[in-house]
């Protein structure tokens, strides 16, 4: 039972260029999210998904979209990075997308926008 | 706009101490937190929540309190060890607000051999 993966670890991409960055759960969990870690910052939701077929925006969405491909995954795309987002990513999934339900974490895209 | 904050982002202790790592909230409509612990190049680990209707909590070495009255949450770490030293954040979950947690920015605990 391996959690939350993602993938790739590290990544270094130009300004203009694109990426997706993917994360798969086997806790078969309805809800997943994607987050941000910025120095200095807390963690900042940008996109999640109550369940397979819905997504929906967080707090900081722009430069961003996703697609929630099955149950299991829930992948995040850079359509033309900016150094802005040069941060670590994270995705997280809970088994609901309801008050007091734990959410769990992958081990983070760290991503340099050169 | 409220948000979740830590009164200490660097705590130092010795292996074998107790550590307490503190949390102030502002939000009242707050009915859920929880604590994580992010060891370097890993992800967030939870270790522990608490429900509002609670005022304190036990794991196994950690015990997290919460006072309602001043907005306060605080973690305790019995024992500690080397392997504690790591950056532990706090998060609230706001009633109505579908699992959105709002994360404070964490307090680097360093455990000193």
């Known amino acids: 039972n391996a959690g939350v993966t993602q993938t790739p670890k590290f990544q270094v991409l130009k300004t203009g260029q694109s990426m997706t960055l993917q994360c798969a759960q086997d806790?078969?969990?309805?809800?997943m999210y994607w987050y941000r870690q910025d120095p200095g910052m807390g963690l900042r939701l940008i996109y999640y998904?109550?369940?397979?077929?819905?997504?929906d925006k967080g707090e900081v969405p722009n430069g961003y979209n996703v697609s929630r491909l099955n149950k299991r995954e829930f992948s995040l795309r850079l359509e033309s990075a900016a150094p802005s987002q040069t941060s670590v990513y994270f995705c997280?999934?809970?088994?609901?997308?309801?008050?007091?339900?734990?959410?769990?974490f992958g081990p983070g895209t760290r991503l340099l926008v050169l | 706009g409220e948000s979740v904050g830590l009164h200490l982002p660097t705590l130092s202790v010795q292996e074998g101490d107790n550590s307490i790592i503190n949390c102030a909230y502002s939000n009242s409509a707050s009915d859920y937190f929880i604590w994580y612990k992010q060891e370097s190049g890993k992800g967030p680990q939870f270790i522990i929540d608490?429900?509002?209707?609670?005022d304190k909590r036990q794991g196994q070495r950690v015990t997290v309190l919460l006072n309602k009255t001043v907005k306060h949450l605080s973690l305790q770490i019995a024992a500690t060890q080397p392997g504690d030293s790591a950056v532990y954040f706090c998060a609230e979950n706001i009633v109505g607000a579908t699992n959105k947690l709002i994360f404070g920015t964490g307090t680097l605990l360093a455990v000193q051999p």
């Open positions: 608490i429900r509002s209707n609670m």
């Open positions: 998904s109550a369940s397979e077929g819905t997504t």
């Open positions: 806790m078969n969990h309805n809800s």
């Open positions: 997280a999934s809970s088994e609901a997308l309801a008050e007091q339900e734990t959410q769990y």
